[in-house]
């Protein structure tokens, strides 16, 4: 914010003359730093971000040495690498982004996540235990999550609904790959997607008018 010292009138504008008088105005250092300079902050998260991916990037390639040196029938080396992505990408893309919202990169995180644990199992081996636990319980501990969120967010409940539904179609994933015969335990991911169904059906009963009016804006249905 600017004064003119002859008009006696402040500037919103950032100029460098008065509008009025066409006298050169004095800028107000106190009010450019009103505010604490968050770019600083951000710089900072910047820099740590940076030499965090330059010291995995060391690592990572050690590890491929030695798991190559002393390879022993498991390359424990792509789950380090795995894992040394994931928190670079939970850095830049939950810390550092700040376009995405919160819904969206708690989704993302738990999604890749769960690809994550499911690459482990490979890895070493497979045995399921990812596709038939980790898969089905994290889809449940996201929809527990969505409904302790509408409990919070008691006032916008109703803007979950497009995560539920969003819900309803991972959890029909554990059942596409039962089909496939790649899930043996049939229960927990019927279970999984029997919570997702019912959240969401709970949510239309009692939301009752505000629940459909928000699909309706959703889908832009009238």
């Known amino acids: 914010m600017s004064k003119c010292k002859q008009c006696n009138v402040e500037i919103l504008d950032r100029t460098q003359v008065c509008p009025l008088c066409k006298c050169v105005i004095e800028q107000d250092d106190a009010a450019e730093h009103a505010y ?3 770019r600083l902050r951000v710089r900072k998260l910047n820099t740590v971000v940076h030499i965090y991916l330059f010291l995995a990037i060391l690592a990572e390639v050690l590890f491929v040495y030695l798991n ?40 993302t995180l738990t999604f890749f996540g769960i690809l994550y644990v499911i690459l482990i199992d490979f890895v070493i081996g497979y045995h399921g235990w990812s596709v038939n636990f980790v898969l089905p319980g994290g889809l449940v501990f996201v929809d527990v999550v969505i409904l302790v969120l509408m409990f919070i967010n008691s006032r916008n409940w109703q803007s979950y609904i497009m995560m539920e539904l969003f819900m309803i179609f991972l959890s029909a994933v554990p059942l596409l790959l039962i089909w496939l015969d790649i899930v043996t335990e049939t229960f927990i991911s019927g279970a999984a997607f029997a919570v997702s169904v019912l ?4 949510t239309l009963i009692i939301g009752d008018r505000r629940a459909r009016s928000e ?8």
């Open 215 to 222: 699909l309706k804006r959703r889908f832009h249905v009238r």
């Open 199 to 202: 959240l969401f059906l709970g």
């Open 68 to 107: 190559y040196r002393f390879y022993q029938g498991v390359w424990w080396s792509v789950i380090s690498g795995a894992g040394f992505a994931y928190l670079y990408f939970v850095a830049r893309f939950a810390v550092l982004n700040d376009s995405a919202g919160y819904r969206s990169k708690f989704l």
């Open 36 to 38: 604490p300079d968050i």
